[in-house]
């Protein structure tokens, strides 16, 4: 049986998040289509809101949300 992907938004969403979560700036979106760098960006901002809080390592992962 194949195993599915996982869909597109989600991984963008996940990697802006990551991507805030480490500090890096909002212009190093690697998308180019509006949709997934609308959820990177949206991923970013949940993910720098939660590294000024300090939530980092372990503490970050509850946070994670799935799209869908």
Same mark, same amino acid.
């Given at each position: @049986?194949?195993? %599915? =992907? ?7 969403? +996940? #990697?802006?998040? +990551?991507?805030?979560?480490?500090? =890096?700036? $909002? ?7 509006? %949709? !997934? #760098?609308?959820? &990177? @960006?949206?991923? &970013? $901002? ?5 590294? !000024?809080?300090? @939530?980092?390592?372990? !503490?970050?992962? %509850? +946070?994670? =949300? +799935?799209?869908?």
């Amino acid at each position: @049986m194949k195993r %599915q =992907k996982r869909n597109k938004d989600d991984r963008a969403y +996940n #990697r802006g998040y +990551n991507a805030g979560l480490d500090g =890096k700036s $909002r212009e190093d979106c690697p998308f180019g289509t509006l %949709q !997934a #760098r609308t959820n &990177w @960006m949206g991923g &970013w $901002r949940e993910g720098r809101t939660d590294f !000024a809080h300090g @939530m980092l390592g372990v !503490a970050s992962i %509850q +946070n994670l =949300k +799935n799209i869908g």
